[in-house]
């Protein structure tokens, strides 16, 4: 079958697939034309190929895709097998070579011929047959459950590498963003920090009261608590990175990530409904187990229908020697004949009812599974969708905070200088920067793991399109 080779190629198909899907992401082609400072081709370049690279591992390292490989190809020597029932049965007999002997009562002339002593030898004697299924019910039904287990088994492996890359991508993106806000963070932080000491110093000498020390000091030490949470969080990233595609990551790999609206736009709601109903793999998964445990259960059925074999046989049959008593004696027979054989099963325990209603009982759970699978995932597109339009919201709100709260500080630097103005609005402003930092990049960390989750359901990365075998086979 020259289908099942494609099998062996499934983890580079899955990767090819998925950069596809990445780099059109991370592509400045579909952009909006008043974002290009954030939708540059040089940042692009470096996330794909970083991408590209971390993709690449995954496919060959994660032990997950490889256990989900490999029972792709034990499910493909399972429909081998049963398919075999189809090829021609060769059977072949030989007897070797032996020396007969045999005694009459005496050696007299007056005896008869069969009464005197005689020997033969019996050559390589052989009988074979060549024997086809004609009709064979139980055997068909058998394949055709072993075909939709290996559909089954290619859906969950498409499945596994899928969810396995998507984590990798959002997991990436969060280690990005998180990086790029660790930075700004630690800055804010190092302000307070300055501003806390100096306050201690002015309290020491007893020009700041230790209310004002207090405010001030909480306010770094919580400040310094969200930038170390911050910086766990970012660990965490860059090690799950490692655990999923064994790639550690440097200093030298990390850049800000483009903004959400440089993402190719969404279709809209319905169409994305309609592409997980059709392409999402758990569904297909449990349909396919649905059909192949319907196709068991009618082969117990089948079993007790009558089984159709038909095929040709010949023998050869050769001695020679003192066969009858009389010398250098030669028996020889060549004989062929087709044949065409009836059989029926009987069983009066009725084991197979039993097994048949039980395989029945089966598909009807994994067409229910499908069923529900297909619910969720809508359900799951509806909510994904709406958190990519709140989360991109959300992303410009923020942006605009650590913008205008920029500014603001720049200003009262030097009005503080001057005296104009205290402490208290160049800190809040510190304050504001902050938090528009941190929901910044919490924002796009949202937005984008939203929009490959949309991408993911929608299967958009396999293009509507099965990366194994077809099922055109029969």
């Not at 970083?50 to 190809?73: D, F, P, Q, R, Y």
């Not at 998507?166 to 804010?188: D, P, R």
Request: proline content about 3%.
């Amino acid at each position: 079958m020259k289908k099942t080779n494609q099998l062996v190629k499934t983890q580079k198909l899955g990767a090819a697939v998925m950069l596809i899907l990445i780099n059109s992401v991370l592509s400045p082609v579909n952009a909006n034309a008043n974002v290009k400072t954030r939708c540059e081709s040089k940042s692009y370049e470096r996330h794909s190929l970083l991408l590209s690279k971390l993709i690449g591992l995954t496919i060959k390292t994660n032990s997950s895709i490889e256990a989900k490989a490999e029972l792709v190809k034990a499910a493909n020597y399972t429909f081998l097998n049963k398919k075999s029932y189809y090829y021609p049965n060769l059977k072949l007999e030989f007897k070797p070579l032996m020396n007969y002997q045999m005694y009459g009562f005496s050696d007299d002339k007056t005896t008869k011929p069969a009464d005197y002593f005689y020997k033969y030898n019996q050559f390589l004697n052989y009988t074979s047959e060549i024997e086809f299924q004609i009709i064979n019910l139980p055997k068909f039904n058998q394949m055709k459950s072993s075909w939709y287990n290996l559909k089954s088994s290619q859906e969950s492996l498409s499945n596994t590498i899928s969810e396995t890359l998507l984590e990798l991508t959002n997991t990436y993106i969060a280690a990005q963003s998180l990086k790029e806000a660790f930075g700004e963070e630690k800055q804010v932080v190092s302000v307070y920090k300055r501003y806390a000491e100096t306050q201690l110093q002015l309290l020491n000498a007893g020009f700041s009261s230790l209310l004002d020390y207090n405010n001030q000091n909480g306010n770094y030490l919580t400040f310094e608590a969200k930038l170390n949470n911050t910086r766990s969080r970012l660990k965490e990233a860059t090690d799950k990175i490692y655990e999923i595609s064994s790639y550690s990551m440097t200093e030298k790999d990390f850049s800000p990530i483009p903004s959400p609206d440089c993402l190719p736009k969404l279709n809209d709601l319905d169409d994305l409904r309609s592409k997980v109903s059709k392409y999402y793999q758990p569904i297909k998964v449990n349909e396919d187990l649905g059909m192949s445990f319907e196709y068991l259960a009618r082969s117990e059925k089948n079993k007790y229908l009558p089984k159709i074999t038909g095929g040709y046989a010949f023998s050869y049959y050769s001695q020679y020697g003192n066969i009858s008593g009389k010398d250098n004696q030669t028996y020889t027979e060549f004989d062929s004949y087709p044949y065409v054989k009836f059989s029926i099963s009987f069983n009066s325990g009725g084991g197979e009812y039993y097994a048949s209603k039980e395989n029945e009982r089966k598909s009807v759970s994994y067409y229910r599974l499908s069923d529900e699978a297909s619910r969720e995932a809508i359900r799951e597109v509806s909510s994904n969708w709406s958190k990519f339009e709140n989360s991109t919201s959300n992303y410009f709100k923020y942006k605009e905070i650590v913008e205008d709260s920029t500014k603001t500080i720049r200003a009262t630097q030097d009005a503080i200088n001057s005296g104009l103005i205290d402490y208290s609005l160049f800190l809040s402003s510190q304050s504001l920067l902050f938090m528009g930092i941190e929901g910044r990049s919490d924002s796009l960390i949202d937005a984008y793991s939203s929009y490959m989750k949309i991408k993911r359901l929608t299967s958009d990365m396999l293009q509507g399109k099965n990366l194994f075998t077809s099922s055109k086979d029969f």
